[in-house]
């Protein structure tokens, strides 16, 4: 991965986070935050990311809907 990809990731993650946490209690729905992203991203992409913070505890899924747990 080279340098400009890494801070494209992390930009896009930490984007996603802040989405994430300014939901609030409600959580993010998975749906519009893809729409949002499809532009630049696969779905399978999509899925990936958000497994990856949920596997590292940085949100939490409930159905098709993410909480915030803590950042980057």
């Not at 990311?49 to 596997?55: D, E, N, S, T, V």
Request: hydrophobic content about 50%; proline content about 3%.
């Amino acid at each position: 991965m080279t340098a400009e990809q890494k801070l494209a990731l992390k930009t896009i993650l930490d984007i996603v986070l802040l989405t994430i946490k300014e939901a609030g209690k409600d959580g993010a729905p998975a749906g519009p935050m893809y729409a949002a992203l499809m532009s630049i991203m696969s779905l399978d992409q999509f899925e990936a990311i958000m497994a990856g913070l949920a596997q590292t505890g940085r949100v939490r899924k409930q159905g098709h809907v993410y909480f915030y747990v803590r950042g980057l």
